[in-house]
């Protein structure tokens, strides 16, 4: 079994996100994952916006539940829905809510409210 199919059979949010992400933000959003008690698979990949990462995510995440962030911003995205309109879109450089979009992902999967969010 290759490192994709492993991924694929373990219940994980996937954060994916590009060389150019704020190192800060992205360990904040890994934090609110964390807190929530939800496992995350991170992977680094560029050519991609960070709507198009999530996207990927939430795709191949058996959960459902995809982030993505690039340089600019940091997107919150579900299988479920459209493409071009994730649940949530915030500045990748706002490291308190690059922490609360983490514990939201992890709450979609838990079912419980999302934390109130600035941007979208």
């Not at 994952?33 to 939800?38: N, S, T």
């Not at 995350?40 to 996207?55: P, S």
């Not at 994730?86 to 709450?107: K, M, T």
């Amino acid at each position: 079994m290759n490192a994709a199919q492993i991924a694929m059979t373990k219940p994980t949010v996937h954060v994916l996100c590009s060389q150019d992400a704020p190192k800060t933000a992205f360990e904040q959003l890994l934090y609110g994952l964390e807190e929530e008690g939800i496992p995350c698979e991170t992977w680094t990949k560029d050519g991609a916006d960070a709507l198009a990462l999530a996207w990927e995510g939430a795709q191949a995440s058996r959960l459902g539940v995809g982030v993505g962030i690039d340089g600019q911003q940091a997107v919150l995205h579900m299988s479920k829905l459209e493409r071009e309109r994730p649940l949530y879109r915030i500045p990748a450089r706002s490291v308190e809510q690059a922490r609360i979009l983490g514990a939201n992902a992890a709450r979609l999967v838990k079912k419980l409210p999302l934390k109130p969010l600035e941007g979208r």
